[in-house]
């Protein structure tokens, strides 16, 4: 079946450093494309998305750029902050309504 | 707050106890989903509820039943668990449909804990 990778955590930044965590899909086709972010003792929120190839998710000052040529959706931030500490999925959906997630990368942010 | 509420937050149980976690959606969905959020591990799909699907985990065991009255509410019936089945359980909703563009919508969870 299909399945999301994403690079093992914890990801341990200091505050106003950048941030990338990789993330690589198995589906062919053109999947539609997540990011969920999920905060100490909440659900998942999504975070931002993609549809087609090229496409260009951002919110919060995070970005993801849906690349169809090496099946990647790379999470980046340029700037991070301590409220930035979550966990952060990434997700996707080839076909009616169910997702696939990855594991999960853990982010602490340190002031 | 993201529409779906979901009851209780937390839940202690013995493993000859019987419960049901519930799950209300606000936002005019048509498909609801139950995952399990185990340590360590992906997140599961355990159920979904929806117009044009209705998908069953075939590795969930049946000590887990779930039920679906209407489009806003559903049920998790738990009977006879283990200790490994604690876990944070989720519950999300979404418009059902094959484009694939359609977000889902989660609960804060229910945190299980089995003794």
Redesign the interface.
């Known amino acids: 079946g299909d399945s999301v990778t994403q690079m093992e955590g914890p990801v341990t930044l200091s505050e106003e450093a950048c941030l990338t965590i990789n993330c690589t899909y198995t589906a062919t086709g053109y999947?539609?494309l997540?990011w969920?972010v999920q905060y100490p003792?909440?659900?998942?929120?999504?975070l931002l998305?993609a549809?087609k190839a090229d496409d260009k998710g951002s919110n919060k000052g995070f970005e993801a750029t849906y690349r169809k040529e090496t099946t990647s959706f790379h999470l980046e931030k340029g700037s991070v902050q301590v409220s930035d500490s979550a966990v952060y999925?990434c997700a996707e959906?080839?076909?009616?309504?169910?997702?696939t997630?990855?594991?999960?990368t853990m982010l602490l942010v340190s002031p | 707050e993201t529409g779906v509420t979901q009851t209780p937050r937390h839940l202690v149980m013995g493993m000859t106890n019987k419960k049901s976690l519930k799950c209300e959606q606000h936002l005019g969905h048509n498909a609801m989903y139950w995952y399990k959020q185990s340590a360590k591990k992906p997140l599961e799909l355990m159920f979904v509820y929806s117009l044009e699907e209705r998908v069953e985990n075939n590795s969930v065991p049946s000590r887990f039943s779930p039920e679906c009255p209407n489009s806003s509410h559903l049920f998790l019936h738990l009977h006879t668990l283990q200790p490994e089945d604690s876990a944070l359980y989720l519950c999300a909703s979404s418009i059902s449909g094959r484009s694939g563009k359609n977000i889902q919508y989660f609960g804060a969870g229910t945190r299980l804990s089995v003794l």
């Open positions: 999947p539609s997540f969920y003792g909440e659900g998942l929120q999504l998305k549809t999925f959906n080839s076909g009616y309504s169910t997702l997630f990855g594991k999960g």
